[in-house]
């Protein structure tokens, strides 16, 4: 279980820039993932850290020891696939083994072992069948215990739940973090689904064309971005408001809001839909319900006036219906000012 | 009526392949077979005879050849296997220039060729010896050698290489205990095109061996062109004989290796 960290790492192929200037840190035993959208270079980062690809720069330290020379068998990062490539020519038993063999570990050791890891995934009883034999989660679970046999310095998990079927996916969630805090192993997690990384990361790096934008907890990442981009990628439906910063008060279609210590300008708010609150309205109400879409535990709504249309977010004891009359207030201390000005679509 | 067809164009198929059998099996055991009959008017087996007689030579000639083309299979599987795998997980200049240059010697005839090799066979000494014949023997082979493993490569993908990497298996490690069982497959089809492709040269085997090597397909030519039906009937079957069962016994040979569910996809 070693500590990462990484200084300033690029690569590019031939003309074209994958990523750029990329540092950040792992804690021992902690958990970080690298959210971003697909192609932004996601899995080309995770296979330098395993030493399948060289940097062109930058340096990669466990523990403080440089790593970038070290050839990927030497340097103890395991990197699970998506498709979590299990040898097919090998049983479940060979494929967990098969890092121990690598290393020459003596045949009643290693059998040890084997029992162990599948004891740990919940694979006992599944010794000699093939990978083709097996469904989808047994797969993952058998690529997670071989790769955990050889006992990594640092684990890589590179979209590892992105195969599986929704519910599947949600326990091997589960799963996948319990098991890495119990085995207090430094883990990096690639993935492009934002709930995923808010889910399981102790913290987040949010790396977009090529270069990390964001680094920090869950929390930080998704009430205070850094950026619009940042915002933007984390969280499915947003609102965005306009309005002018002046002497510490932002104004916009939505009312007067305090905005101390931002200077003046233009800006653009972002309100997530949970921060709009309506409420039972009367005939005098501006608001009206546009749309309804019920997702069980939360209830989504498009509330328009004749200027402006909000997403809320609501809870389900109350639900409304279309057309009905809302009184809409919005929780302004919870709203980020972004100076940028961004084209809408 | 599709359906049909498609039936139809089977029929014809195994009819195409079957029918010319059935009349070598026929000439195989015929003394004579004059027009206008429908079946050979006269029973036997001089030639089978001949083919196994110990002191005409047949048989030895035979195994000769087929250690040859053995030899050669090998040889060509042993040398395509690292230009199939770069051609197919690298990309570098010229690599597109390269595959033609590979590919050439299926478009370009040998015999185009063979006689500027025979001269320097000559020259250093590799004419009428058994290695000239295996080494010009290889010029017709090694194309299909490397286009079937680099398909094979190609379906294998590089990251299973790199997931055996990052678990501590060595580059020649990775070799041994994954590329090479899962591309078996491969191996196999590569070896028994160049057992083929190697067994049925008669041209260069004639022209670099000189003679002094004798080969079957040597053995085998006169006869055709001398017109004794029953004696080239009897040796084109011990021919086709011969290649399955090279290639029978490589599939046994190979079994324990390519078991059931070894697929490049899981």
């Known amino acids: ?49 395993a030493g399948l690809v060289r940097p062109d720069t930058g340096e990669i330290y466990f523990d403080d020891v440089p790593v970038v020379k070290v050839p990927p068998e030497k340097r103890g990062a395991v990197l699970v696939f998506q498709d979590y490539l299990l040898f097919p020519h090998m049983t479940v038993e060979q494929n967990v083994a098969f890092g121990l063999t690598m290393a020459g570990v003596p045949r009643d050791k290693r059998s040890k072992i084997v029992a162990e890891m599948l004891d740990l995934v919940n694979m006992k009883g599944y010794e000699h069948k093939y990978p083709y ?8 679970r058998v690529a997670l215990a071989r790769a955990l046999a050889v006992k990594p310095r640092v684990l890589l998990l590179d979209e590892p739940f992105s195969n599986l079927d929704p519910r599947l996916r949600e326990s091997m969630r589960e799963f996948t973090r319990d098991l890495q805090r119990r085995m207090e192993m430094t883990t990096i997690l690639v993935t492009h689904d934002w709930e995923e990384a808010l889910m399981m990361s102790d913290r987040i790096a949010v790396l977009i064309n090529g270069s990390i934008k964001q680094v920090g907890t869950p929390e930080e990442v998704y009430f205070r971005p850094a950026s619009l981009e940042v915002a933007e990628f984390l969280g499915e439906k947003k609102n965005y408001v306009e309005g002018r910063v002046k002497d510490g008060v932002f104004s916009c279609p939505l009312g007067n809001f305090p905005a101390p210590q931002t200077a003046d300008g233009d800006y653009t708010a972002l309100i997530r839909p949970e921060h709009v609150k309506i409420s039972q309205g009367g005939e005098t109400s501006d608001w009206t319900i546009y749309d309804v879409r019920f997702a069980g535990g939360c209830v989504y709504y498009r509330v328009v006036r004749k200027d402006l249309t909000l997403v809320c977010a609501a809870n389900n004891t109350e639900i409304y219906r279309q057309g009905d009359k809302v009184n809409v207030s919005v929780d302004f201390s919870k709203a980020m000012l972004f100076e940028k000005k961004k084209n809408f679509d | 009526m599709e359906r049909r067809f498609v039936n139809l164009l089977l029929y014809v198929a195994i009819g195409g392949i079957l029918f010319p059998i059935v ?8 003394r004579e077979w004059p027009w206008p009959h429908l079946f050979p008017t006269g029973f036997s087996v001089r030639g089978w005879i001949h083919l196994f007689n110990p002191t005409t030579g047949a048989l030895p000639v035979l195994l000769y050849s087929v250690m040859l083309s053995s030899l050669v299979a090998f040889i060509t599987v042993t040398l395509s296997l690292p230009a199939a795998r770069a051609l197919a997980f690298y990309d570098f200049r010229g690599k597109r220039a390269l595959e033609i240059f590979i590919l050439s010697p299926m478009v370009i005839p040998t015999t185009a060729v063979a006689m500027g090799i025979h001269v320097n066979f000559i020259r250093i000494g590799l004419a009428d010896t058994f290695w000239g014949v295996v080494i010009c023997h290889l010029l017709p082979c090694i194309p299909y050698g490397i286009k079937i493993l680099t398909g094979v490569f190609e379906a294998l993908g590089d990251r299973i290489e790199q997931q055996a990497r990052v678990l501590g298996a060595g580059r020649l490690k990775t070799y041994l205990y994954v590329t090479l069982p899962l591309i078996s497959p491969g191996l196999i089809t590569a070896s028994i095109m160049a057992f083929v492709v190697s067994f049925s040269q008669y041209f260069l085997t004639f022209l670099i061996g000189g003679g002094r090597v004798m080969t079957f397909s040597m053995l085998l030519f006169p006869f055709i062109q001398g017109g004794d039906r029953h004696l080239s009937a009897v040796f084109s079957l011990a021919f086709i004989g011969t290649v399955l069962l090279w290639v029978f016994a490589l599939e046994v040979l190979f079994r324990r290796w390519v078991k059931k569910g070894q697929y490049f996809y899981m």
Do not use: D, H, Y
């Open chain 1, 133 to 140: 034999e097996l469904s989808g989660g047994q797969k993952q």
């Open chain 1, 1 to 49: 279980m070693a500590e990462v960290r990484v200084e300033n790492l690029s690569k590019a192929f031939g003309a074209e820039k994958i990523i750029s200037g990329i540092n950040f840190e792992v804690a021992s035993g902690q958990l970080l993932s690298l959210l971003g959208p697909s192609g932004a270079g996601k899995t080309t980062l995770l296979k330098i850290i």
């Open chain 2, 23 to 30: 009349v070598l099996m026929l000439w195989a055991f015929a």
